[in-house]
């Protein structure tokens, strides 16, 4: 009998142990719809030139496409078209002509801002940029800080292209379903991009399985003597 009520104690300790640590969640934050509003200064150009060739390919030159080209970038994010305007953040990573028959690029790279309550946040760009488009659809396939596990779509749209030179300037407007730390203000915060925040608010759940082990050990531990 004694070694069955010293099994039954030792049972009543795990499910307590177990319902505890299922309890345990992460803080993944409210969810949030996010629409931000930016423009991207793609300067290929000069001393000074935030976008530069690492790879060039043997056909490049002889595609219409010009295949092959891979441009590491560190470009301005700014609240204006102008170079001059409010930075907001960087444009870090690179793209890269995809395709032989028209001008399509690979986006890979990261928004990362640095501006109020986006400071220190990213969100991640990935997909194809038809760049010859005036208008063009880019994926959102995630983000950290204020945009985690952010999912969405970048409209681009260029405002500018200097044909001797190269640089542009295009102008994009994102939008984003994501979650963000739940001490993070919903209004659109003074001097930051974007508009339309909007919160499903946040509570706390006790997940099923938890309650069954709870009950378990309560039934064990308190009415099983």
């Keep these: 009998m004694a070694s069955l009520r010293a099994s039954s104690v030792w049972v009543c300790l795990f499910l307590l142990v177990a319902a505890v640590n299922g309890q345990d969640d992460f803080d993944i934050g409210e ?32 595609t219409a496409g010009r295949f092959g080209l891979v441009v590491m970038v560190d470009n301005a994010l700014t609240e204006g078209p102008n170079i001059s305007s409010k930075l907001i953040g960087r444009a870090q990573g690179f793209y ?35 760049a010859a488009s005036q208008t063009r659809e ?35 407007d994102v939008y984003v379903v ?16 974007g508009s339309g925040q909007t919160s499903a608010g946040s509570r706390s759940t006790v997940y099923f399985p938890v309650l069954l082990l709870l009950q378990a050990a309560y039934f064990l531990c308190f009415l099983g003597h």
Excluded at 40 to 61: K, L, R, W
Excluded at 109 to 117: A, K, L, P, S
Excluded at 156 to 167: F, M, Y
């Design 31 to 62: 969810e949030r719809k996010t629409h931000l509003n930016f423009f991207f200064h793609d300067i290929v150009s000069g001393p000074n030139a935030t976008a530069v060739a690492i790879v060039q390919s043997s056909v490049m030159n002889s």
């Design 96 to 130: 890269a002509t995809a395709s032989q028959g028209d001008l399509a690029l690979l986006m890979t790279m990261n928004f990362y801002f640095i501006d109020g309550v986006y400071n220190g946040s990213t969100l991640a760009i990935l997909g194809r940029n038809s």
């Design 138 to 172: 880019i994926s959102v396939v995630g983000g950290t800080g204020y945009f985690r596990l952010a999912q969405g779509y970048a409209i681009a749209k260029t405002g500018s292209w200097n044909a001797t030179s190269g640089d542009a300037v295009v102008e994009y």
């Design 178 to 193: 994501h979650k963000g730390p739940a001490s993070a203000s919903t209004s659109n915060p003074g001097g930051a991009p």
